[in-house]
């Protein structure tokens, strides 16, 4: 798994605008992936929304209409509050290094940035299964090895 890169199996730019409204947060949500990162006016990752954060929103009361994007963002993880730094990855980024972030911070995305923090792709916790499974980079051999010892 070591030569395979962010690059190698992120999904393209896929996104929530920081002004989209509740209905349109959903409408996206919807689709194939559980978060989504946050843009600004010029495309840096600025936070993140999941399905959790659609759930707070849900236990705290409030309707489709009365959140955005924006408001109910984190950084990717589970603590909210104004996110100065939400957890990313680049392009060059190991494979490995990613599975360790995702699973520490319990993340089900992980975008990928420039060096100017704009979204270039994201990443999921299924694209690195997939990627490992369908690219023969499961440690098939190394799991053998220990067993046997």
């Not at 940035?113 to 997939?130: A, Q, S």
């Not at 499961?138 to 046997?148: I, L, M, S, T």
Request: net charge negative; proline share 5%.
């Amino acid at each position: 798994m070591t030569s395979l890169y962010a690059k190698d199996i992120m999904h393209p730019r896929v996104s929530l605008y920081i002004k989209d409204k509740g209905a349109d947060v959903v409408k996206k949500l919807l689709g194939n992936y559980p978060a989504l990162p946050v843009v600004n006016d010029r495309g840096e990752v600025v936070g993140v929304v999941s399905e959790y954060d659609v759930l707070d929103a849900l236990k705290e009361k409030r309707t489709i209409n009365e959140f955005s994007a924006e408001s109910i963002m984190s950084c990717g993880h589970a603590e909210h509050g104004v996110c100065s730094e939400p957890i990313t990855a680049f392009a060059g980024t190991p494979i490995n290094d990613i599975v360790t972030t995702l699973y520490n911070d319990r993340l089900s995305i992980l975008p990928v940035v420039d060096d100017k923090k704009k979204l270039v792709g994201i990443i999921t916790r299924k694209n690195i299964i997939h990627a490992v499974t369908e690219m023969g980079f499961w440690p098939e051999a190394e799991f053998q090895k220990r067993v046997a010892a």
